[in-house]
């Protein structure tokens, strides 16, 4: 038996729309064959596919990032601007694949402008540093009247673009990532870096790279030296995480997004633990810019060491299964649920690669299973996160230990109390969930799911075009008592209110 409790004055703060973001990287097919083929039958006149823009939208991307990932740690973005035909074909060293230069700063920025959604950009602090990066943010949001600014008006650009949130780099802990440094030389570069930034333009916001994932042997210690150098200077300390099912252990898996929490609250008491040294009132937020599913120890190992590839390859293409879409779905409630310290992020990526939104070139585009709790929270998570108590029992993993059966986040709105209440089933059996909410009144009016169970592991396009979320089971009101039932393995949206 589990019981919820919610109180509309039990708020922890507004939920950022930037929380729903993806991530658009010159990897694979994200780009060429995914949000960008001229050849294509739904292509616009600048070349990006409309039926993948179309899905983007009702994916309800609010940012995205962009041009990587490990790809942006080699990048030299001037190659990538002006007229395309003198653009040359560059050798991406992170992914091995030579990358045309048809697609590039303005192509994307008009692509994000064209589509409502806010850009966040990445620069190079892998091969390159801070002149490569002041240039390329005079470029973006520079006024007319000096070099990079004037090039971008003479390739066609008058407007600045106003580029709001910069990466200072990515996951440079990783031994993997080109131009790869300890805590200290990044600590040192970014905080150098984040200054002539900010004399650039004062009103950005930058994000420090904080651990590529909790498992890294530098974690903690890298967040707490990075921090030491540029802690008055950026606003934002990164987080990624993937999750996969290892060694078919379900469990473990299902209760991914616990870990996903335990890494938020350990990554906000390092930011704190030096904004304490400091005496500051300045609190560092968390830009968690690269999270999902992904089969990253299972299967992504088999694809590192690749020959030089041109010809936007098949690269990182997993397919989801109806379970991935379930441990999606408690992960969102989870950044849902630290609302009150995580400002920005972006399920990685957004096409193709690890992606809700599949292609063929040439061909259809289509939904993946993870593609439907996105979707349906980034619709419906709006106003305040309330600060949800769950009782509930224990499912026992082998990674994370105990964790919780059932997870719950919400959100109303503060204007119209509109309720969105997302509860997540780990268990392999039915839930019954008793909601209290004394001293408000609720209303629920039903739900969507997403069940685990609905569709075989991993079956493709079709299995995938098949999967959708299904009607909630029905909600018993009695007098003020509300009963929800949860599907065994479920990831469940109600709508109602509360006041
Ligand atoms: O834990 N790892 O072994 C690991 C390896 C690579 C890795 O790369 C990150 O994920 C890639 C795909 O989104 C992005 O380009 C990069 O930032 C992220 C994590």
Redesign the pocket.
């Known amino acids: 038996m589990t019981t919820i409790t919610l109180h509309p004055d039990f708020r922890l703060g507004p939920v950022d729309r930037r929380v729903f973001g993806s ?1 658009v ?1 010159h ?1 694979g097919r994200c780009v060429y064959t995914g949000i960008y083929e001229p050849d294509h039958p739904t292509a616009d006149e600048h070349g990006f596919r409309r039926d993948v823009a179309d899905l983007t939208q009702e994916l309800g991307a609010t940012v995205l990032r962009y041009p ?4 942006v740690s080699n990048y030299v973005w001037e190659d990538a601007v002006g007229p395309v035909e003198q653009r040359k074909p560059f050798l991406d060293l ?1 992914w091995r694949t030579v990358e045309p230069n048809l697609v590039g700063t303005d192509e994307f920025l008009q692509y994000c402008e064209r589509e409502g959604i806010a850009p966040m950009m990445a620069v190079n602090l892998g091969t390159r540093g801070i002149e490569a990066a002041i240039a390329l943010l005079e470029y973006c949001n520079g006024e007319a009247g000096t070099k990079w600014a004037d090039l971008r008006i003479a390739n066609g650009r008058e407007e600045p673009y106003g580029v709001a949130l910069w990466c200072l780099g ?2 440079m802990d ?1 031994p ?1 990532q080109i131009g790869h440094k300890d805590a200290h030389e990044y600590g040192r570069l970014a905080a150098a870096t984040g200054r002539a930034m900010r004399q650039v333009d004062p009103s950005i916001e930058l994000v420090a790279c904080g651990s ?2 909790m ?1 890294m042997d530098t974690f903690g210690e890298w967040e707490r030296t990075v921090l030491s150098y540029c802690y008055d200077v950026v606003d934002h300390i990164s987080m ?1 995480a ?1 999750y996969e099912e290892l060694d078919g252990d379900r469990a473990s898996f299902l209760g991914s997004a616990t870990a996903m929490a335990t890494f938020i609250d350990r990554v906000a008491a390092s930011a704190d633990a030096i904004g304490a040294e400091r005496r500051s009132d300045k609190q560092i937020t968390i830009s968690f810019d ?1 999270w999902n599913v ?1 089969y ?1 120890v299972s299967r992504f190992v088999g694809e590192t060491n690749l020959p030089i590839q041109r010809d936007a390859p098949r690269i ?1 293409e997993d397919v989801y299964s109806a379970l991935d879409a379930v441990v999606v779905g408690d992960m969102l409630s989870t950044l849902i649920n630290h609302a009150d310290r995580v400002a920005v992020g972006c399920l ?2 957004l096409v193709n ?2 992606a809700p939104i599949m292609t063929e070139p040439g061909g259809p585009a289509w939904r993946q299973t993870t593609f439907h709790p996105f979707a349906t929270a980034a619709r419906l998570a709006r106003g305040d996160a309330l600060q949800v108590k769950v009782d509930t029992g224990t499912l026992t993993t082998a990674r994370h230990g105990d964790v919780p059966a059932v997870t719950a986040a919400a959100t109303v709105d503060p204007e119209t109390g509109a309720l969105a209440l997302f509860v997540t089933n780990r268990t392999d059996v039915e839930q019954t969930v008793t909601l209290r909410t004394p001293g408000a009144t609720a209303r629920l009016d039903g739900g969507s799911a997403v069940l685990a169970d609905h569709v075989g592991p991993r079956e493709g396009r079709e299995a995938a075009e098949a999967y959708g979320m299904v009607d909630a089971l029905p909600v018993a009101q009695e007098g003020d008592a509300l009963t929800l039932r949860l599907a065994p393995e479920s990831w469940t949206a109600f709508t109602g209110s509360l006041r």
């Open positions: 991530f990287e990897l990587g990932g490990n790809f992170a990515n996951e990783g993997w590529s994932s498992m990624h993937y690269e992904w990253l990182i990685a990526q690669v690890i």
